[in-house]
């Protein structure tokens, strides 16, 4: 079974950016190189996920920078976290209710704002559900 591949104008169409976007991309490490890297470069669905994903999570407001660690993030390369003695860090911190605040670093965190905000209303929801059983 032969998988369907794009020429780099197919590609730009199909996930809505401009090719020298999508180069740069390619040069910068956050989709792989082409599979042909001939003038005539194919790209197959594998480029199409990642351009989407990419693409995402720019719009989400991410920086390229934090992007490619998203995307490179696994459990085998956890970023190494080494605060030094009189390092500022500057965090978000957020009272879900009564007792429980959520703290979160921008410099280390994965997550998108929206991603944020749907994860402090699950623990906001189940604070509300545990102090309700509780009564």
């Keep these: 079974m032969s998988e ?40 197959d669905e594998t480029h199409v996920e990642r351009l989407l994903r990419v693409k995402a999570l720019r719009e989400a407001g991410l920086s390229l920078e934090r992007i490619a660690e998203a995307i490179n993030f696994s459990a085998d390369n956890l970023p190494a976290v ?18 429980i ?6 410099d280390e965190s994965i997550l998108a704002p929206e991603e944020v905000r749907e994860l402090i209303s699950q623990i906001a929801a189940l604070a509300e559900t545990f102090n309700k059983e509780q009564q």
């Design 82 to 99: 080494r605060r030094r003695y009189g390092t500022v860090q500057v965090r978000s911190h957020i009272a879900v209710c009564s007792g």
């Design 101 to 106: 605040e959520v703290s979160i670093s921008p």
């Design 4 to 43: 369907k591949t794009f020429s780099l104008d197919e590609l730009a169409r199909l996930v809505n950016l401009d090719r020298r976007t999508i180069r740069y991309y390619i040069q910068i490490g956050l989709i792989p190189r082409p599979i042909d890297k001939t003038r005539a470069a194919r790209y």
